[in-house]
Nanobody
């Protein structure tokens, strides 16, 4: 059983940066892939990034365009999403998720979400 908790959501100005945290807990939380999703108002939920259980493989949505970095600290059971050059359409609820398989397969466990607001 894995529980995920997101923190770090905030309001920032366009061009600003923000770091999100996904803390995983539970007996199986030491070796799991973690994905970040976002859902903006009026939009479908979309995957932003994913990091493999080992931390050796990462992937990003095309809209990231080099602005975001996903990483993990296994000792702290935490996955980070460092976001820079934020734009207003980045305003969204951000969730982290995991599942029994590799990245970009099925996700079965989700955090509660963290709000990111990008505005002047």
């Amino acid at each position: 059983q894995v529980r995920l908790v997101e923190t770090g959501g905030d309001s920032v100005q366009p061009g600003g940066s923000l770091r999100l945290y996904c803390l995983a807990s539970g007996e199986t939380s030491d070796y799991i892939p973690i994905a970040w999703f976002r859902q903006a108002p009026g939009k479908e939920r979309e995957e932003v990034s994913c990091i493999s259980a080992s931390g050796l493989t990462t992937n990003y949505a095309a809209f990231v365009k080099g602005r975001f970095t996903i990483s993990r600290d296994k000792a702290k059971s935490t996955v980070y999403l460092q976001m820079s050059d934020l734009v207003p359409n980045g305003t969204a609820v951000h969730h982290c998720a995991t599942g029994p398989g590799a990245c970009r397969t099925q996700y079965t466990n989700w955090g509660q979400g963290a709000q990111v607001t990008v505005s002047s």
